[in-house]
């Protein structure tokens, strides 16, 4: 026996699953979405591995803004009007003022308005990312996205937008991802992501599943990620809890 043979290998790094459920039109996902990465970023000293995969929800209605928010003739729909709308002016700017408070706490950028686009393309180019690139082709692709409507106020229903932002993390040329946001290339599974969410009683985001044991309702802060995943790491998988333990902000 040689001794190579004889030397024992390293036990395989443990991996954790996170499951970030997010809108790109929420800026509680937005925020907390950075608040993660600081989190995974404070667990350097553990050995362990975290593969974040964020699936899409959708909190606007497929009648209240057109898929593509620039259609001929219609006014992009502004994001300040429409939390008017929604809420009163009152309730909006009172909601709109927590979500600054919470983007300075964060350290983020935050435009005062923004355009208000349904994110279904958006999606499913971010599902193809995660299938061709993992979470870090997903992840670089998602700073661009949750940028744009927050920081840029972009439109990020718009297919040439998108199509640079493909071509910019490599999933594909601009040309290739202009012909697979106008085709159906997954829409299927977008949808199906979509309703499995609401079926599992998803009703608002971020929705936060990690490692299939700990779910977390909404924005949190850094710390609180923090402490449940240095908690599961440290850990032994055969005595952590089988249930999912509900967290809400």
Same mark, same amino acid.
């Given at each position: 026996?040689?001794?190579?043979?004889?030397?024992?290998?390293?036990?395989?790094?443990?991996?954790?699953?996170?499951?970030?459920?997010?809108?790109?039109?929420?800026?509680?996902?937005?925020?907390?979405?950075?608040?993660?990465?600081?989190?995974?970023?404070?667990?350097?000293?553990?050995?362990?591995?975290?593969?974040?995969?964020?699936?899409? +929800? &959708?909190?606007?209605?497929?009648? @209240?803004?057109? =898929?593509?928010?620039?259609?001929?003739? /219609? !006014? $992009?729909?502004?994001?300040?009007?429409?939390?008017?709308?929604?809420?009163?002016?009152?309730?909006?700017?009172?909601?709109?003022?927590?979500?600054?408070?919470?983007?300075?706490?964060?350290?983020?950028?935050?435009?005062?308005?923004?355009?208000?686009?349904?994110?279904?393309?958006?999606?499913?180019?971010?599902?193809?990312?995660?299938?061709?690139?993992?979470?870090?082709?997903?992840?670089?692709?998602?700073?661009?996205?949750?940028?744009?409507? +927050? &920081?840029?106020?972009?439109?990020? @229903?718009?297919? =040439?937008?998108?199509?640079?932002?493909? /071509? !910019? $993390?490599?999933?594909?040329?601009?040309?290739?991802?202009?012909?697979?946001?106008?085709?159906?290339?997954?829409?299927?599974?977008?949808?199906?992501?979509?309703?499995?969410?609401?079926?599992?009683?998803?009703?608002?985001?971020?929705?936060?599943?990690?490692?299939?044991?700990?779910?977390?309702?909404?924005?949190?802060?850094?710390?609180?990620?923090?402490?449940?995943?240095?908690?599961?790491?440290?850990?032994?998988?055969?005595?952590?809890?089988?249930?999912?333990?509900?967290?809400?902000?």
């Amino acid at each position: 026996m040689s001794d190579s043979d004889s030397t024992l290998s390293p036990e395989p790094q443990r991996t954790i699953k996170i499951i970030f459920i997010s809108d790109y039109l929420c800026a509680f996902c937005y925020i907390g979405k950075k608040s993660l990465k600081d989190a995974i970023a404070g667990c350097r000293d553990l050995d362990v591995r975290f593969d974040v995969e964020f699936r899409p +929800f &959708t909190l606007l209605c497929q009648s @209240s803004v057109p =898929e593509v928010a620039k259609v001929k003739g /219609e !006014k $992009v729909p502004n994001r300040r009007d429409y939390l008017v709308r929604k809420f009163g002016r009152e309730q909006a700017e009172s909601k709109w003022k927590v979500v600054e408070e919470l983007a300075q706490k964060a350290g983020l950028p935050l435009a005062e308005d923004g355009i208000v686009a349904r994110s279904t393309l958006a999606h499913r180019l971010s599902v193809k990312a995660y299938k061709v690139g993992g979470q870090a082709m997903q992840g670089r692709l998602n700073d661009i996205l949750f940028d744009a409507v +927050f &920081t840029d106020c972009q439109d990020v @229903s718009d297919i =040439e937008f998108l199509a640079d932002a493909a /071509e !910019k $993390v490599g999933l594909m040329t601009k040309t290739e991802a202009t012909t697979f946001l106008q085709d159906t290339d997954c829409k299927n599974c977008v949808n199906q992501m979509i309703e499995a969410a609401r079926a599992s009683g998803v009703n608002g985001v971020p929705s936060i599943i990690i490692d299939g044991k700990w779910a977390l309702n909404g924005v949190q802060s850094t710390e609180c990620y923090l402490q449940i995943l240095r908690k599961i790491a440290q850990a032994s998988p055969m005595t952590e809890c089988a249930s999912i333990v509900s967290v809400e902000s």
